[in-house]
Nanobody, 122 residues
Framework: QVQLVESGGGLVQAGGSLRLSCAASGRAFYSYIMGWFRQAPGKERDFVAAITRSSGATYYGDPVKGRFTISRDTAKNTVYLQMNSLKPEDTAVYYC???????????????WGQGTQVTVSS
């Protein structure tokens, strides 16, 4: 069992930056692939970014490539999502998730945080 708690969301103007954090507790955090997803009202939960266990290889959804960066600090059991050059269309609830295998599909993730709201004003 893994527990995930996100923080760092808020209201920011277009062009601004935010850093989301996801603190993990429970079973072997280092053994999971960690991902970030987001969900806007009336839309599906979309893949944002993921980072692998050992190599730390990163993957991004097309809408955020070049603007967002995912990282993990194994010693702190924490995953981060640095979001730069934010746009109004980035407005959504952002979720941290853990999976035993790599996937960009939200249903393949086993554990989820409660979500944190990010609102980007124009």
């Amino acid at each position: 069992q893994v527990q995930l708690v996100e923080s760092g969301g808020g209201l920011v103007q277009a062009g601004g930056s935010l850093r989301l954090s996801c603190a993990a507790s429970g079973r072997a955090f280092y053994s999971y692939i960690m991902g970030w997803f987001r969900q806007a009202p009336g839309k599906e939960r979309d893949f944002v970014a993921a980072i692998t266990r050992s190599s730390g290889a990163t993957y991004y959804g097309d809408p955020v490539k070049g603007r967002f960066t995912i990282s993990r600090d194994t010693a702190k059991n924490t995953v981060y999502l640095q979001m730069n050059s934010l746009k109004p269309e980035d407005t959504a609830v952002y979720y941290c998730a853990a999976s035993s295998r790599f996937s960009t599909y939200f249903r393949d993730y086993d554990y989820w945080g409660q979500g944190t709201q990010v609102t980007v004003s124009s």
